[in-house]
């Protein structure tokens, strides 16, 4: 069993390696070869975000920018990320931790808590919904829609390698045809890096119109945004971390 424990580590270990390797050689690539620089607009914009940290980690730099500029920026959570509890936290707790964590690192990012929306979607639960679960989430979006009239939306990619921002994807594209808004739709990676090369699906159309945005004044407050995590940071390799320290973003638009 001992034998065992340590060729499960040893393959664990390297796979997170591999998948490291990947996600820096592939976000480089596109960020010197295959994406074109964006300019940080004074459109309004709406963060969309699957869990309390996808926000910070894919667009911190975006948000804290256009907040230094006076843009107005609002956040919607949709799932509650009861999932995504470490050890120390009960179930009960995690809910309101990670809330907490949000309003927090939001905050330092320069949007106030009354520019911060949670849903309460059960977590991993948005490739599944009913209809009835799903046209409800789809309404209280399309409210948010015509309550703020956004300019632009930032939204994971439609290929983010997790079933949670790949719905999110969706149901917001369809809450945008339902608002009747004429609405620029971005996407985020997250998790579309972080594959192995050897079941990569990734095409080329899948990240063209890259796009990369320069955050390098505003780093150390998305570093400390992310920081505020707490309840999540411990869980996430560093190799994957790398990427959201870096002194740019990158965008897909649609």
Known sequence: MEKQSIVSQLRVAFGAKLRSMNAGILSRWIF????????????????????????????GGLIALKRSLGVPVEVVFLTDGRYGRPNWITPEMIVDVRQQ??????????????????????DNSLQDLSNDQRQYIIERLVQRLLSFMPEEIYVPHRKDIHSDHEAT??????????????????????????????????????????????????????????????????????????????????????
């Open 32 to 59: 010197y070869f295959k994406s074109q620089p964006l300019a940080v607009s004074k459109k309004s914009a709406m963060v969309i975000s699957p869990h309390q940290d996808d926000e910070t980690l894919g667009c």
């Open 101 to 122: 964590e949000a309003v927090k690192a939001l905050n330092i990012l320069g949007v106030a808590s009354s520019e911060t929306h949670f849903l309460e979607q059960t």
């Open 169 to 254: 994807y969706q149901l917001v594209k369809e809450a945008i045809a339902a608002s009747g808004i004429e609405i620029e739709l971005l996407q985020y990676p997250i998790w579309m890096f972080w594959q192995n090369p050897l079941s990569f699906n990734l095409k080329y159309k899948d990240i063209a119109d890259a796009y990369r945005l320069e955050i390098d004044s505003v780093k150390d407050k998305k570093k400390q945004a992310i920081e505020t995590y707490q309840s999540q940071i411990p869980g996430l390799t560093s190799g994957f971390l790398a990427r959201f320290f870096l002194p740019y973003e990158i965008f897909f638009k649609s």
